[in-house]
């Protein structure tokens, strides 16, 4: 069986119609800015907002990396703050880092799961800081009814992450409109880099319903992907966190280029409210399967909460990735490497996410049978903790 690790692009989404159930937050914010990744809004945003070198942004010890490179290129300087193995802040710290002053706080809703925003929002509110939500993992997500990413003064989202579309990164601004992000001149994004994107989703899409028909396309967009790099045609990457900072994902002057309207085409034909129950009933139906190892203290799915993909907490995260790989399950070694600065900075506990946090996939394309698979996998082979 192939489980694929991300939701495929079924051919319908390129012609369907568009659903008659309007679009949710994000996509129905007054002011947004659709960039080709969340990266590019980041960067965007900090620039906009005039952060000169000394201006501070306090961002959490357990980050991707490109989150904290992006508010750098822009020319802020960070100050950490530690996060905890539930994946949550230490309030206390960050009243006391509060004092010196730093002009903004940068949290992130790891998996889909939300920050404790009434605390976070006050302690913005007397200490005057802006209020950025990173919702790059927390699409469709939301807390005692209100989305996340509508707390916050600004917010980022991937769109790509959670829907089966090739590219898409959104900045939202909630409440201060900064002009300059209102009328940016963004370039279009290359129809190869699209193409090539699409192609590889829905391969993903034929695997997870037929593997030797699925395996044969990969093969066929592998050879085309080398003929095109013989070529010297270069594509954009998306999702690019990789360790090596001079990669492609990290040109400060690709960060200008808008989001495809394909995108924009098939984000009217997806149904929200579907994606969000089947990512619920997957990441309840893998709780339940392994019982009592259910890692990180995430043992309720609360109401609202659309998870990402289900973390698996293993001893030897390589080994672990490469034997349910080998068993057809696309897992992934969630953020191995942060920004290189901020190592020095890491706390005992993002260390320890570092090192054992696997993903295991849940989302809208995974079936149930799916799900009792990839558990029984993670059983046999013994891979919890
Ligand atoms: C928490 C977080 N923020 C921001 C980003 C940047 O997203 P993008 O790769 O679309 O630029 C990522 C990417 O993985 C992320 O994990």
């Known amino acids: 069986m192939y489980v694929p690790g991300w939701p495929g692009l079924k051919p319908g989404y390129f012609f369907g119609v568009p659903s008659t159930n309007g679009l949710p937050f994000p996509l129905n914010a007054q002011n947004k800015t659709y960039f080709y990744v969340a ?8 620039r906009a907002l005039g952060f000169q070198n000394g201006d501070t942004v306090l961002m959490p010890d357990y980050h991707s990396g490109v989150e904290v490179w992006a508010v750098r290129a822009a ?5 950490y703050y530690h996060i905890n193995r539930n994946m949550e802040p230490d309030l206390d710290e960050l009243r006391q880092l509060s004092r010196s002053n730093p002009r903004a706080l940068f949290l992130i809703h790891y998996l889909g799961w939300p920050q404790p925003m009434k605390e976070l929002m006050a302690l913005c509110r007397e200490r005057d800081m802006i209020l950025i939500e990173d919702c790059a993992l927390a699409l469709l997500s939301e807390v005692d009814g209100q989305p996340l990413g509508s707390f916050g003064d600004y917010a980022i989202f991937c769109l790509y992450k959670t829907l089966p579309v090739p590219n898409g990164g959104l900045l939202v601004q909630n409440k201060t409109v900064l002009p300059a992000l209102s009328s940016m001149n963004l370039k279009r994004c290359d129809w190869v880099s699209v193409v090539g994107r699409s192609a590889e989703l829905m391969v993903e899409w034929m695997r997870g319903r037929s593997e030797p028909v699925g395996n044969a396309l990969a ?5 085309g992907g080398r003929a095109l790099t013989a070529l010297g045609v270069n594509r954009l990457p998306v999702g690019d966190i990789s360790p090596d900072f001079r990669s492609p994902g990290y040109d400060v002057t690709k960060l200008n280029i808008g989001m495809s309207p394909l995108c924009m085409a098939m984000m009217t034909r997806f ?6 129950h089947k990512r619920r ?14 890692p990180l203290g995430r043992k309720e799915l609360p109401p609202g909460v659309c998870p990402l993909f289900f973390p698996l907490l293993v001893p030897d995260k390589r080994a672990a990735a490469r034997a349910l790989r080998e ?5 992934v070694e969630l953020w191995n490497y942060g920004f290189p600065e901020a190592k020095g900075e890491e706390g005992r506990d993002a260390r320890f996410l570092r090192d054992h946090v696997l993903e295991l996939p849940i989302h809208q394309d995974v079936t149930p049978s799916q799900v009792e698979y990839v558990a029984d996998q993670v059983l046999s082979l013994g891979l919890n903790f």
């Open 271 to 276: 149904d929200y409210e579907a994606i969000r």
């Open 39 to 46: 990266r590019s809004g980041i960067y965007h945003l900090v």
């Open 219 to 223: 093969w066929a967009k592998r050879a």
């Open 75 to 79: 020319g802020a300087r960070v100050r």
């Open 281 to 294: 009933r997957n990441y309840s139906l893998m709780q339940e399967m392994l019982a009592s190892r259910v």
């Open 327 to 331: 068993r057809g399950v696309a897992a």
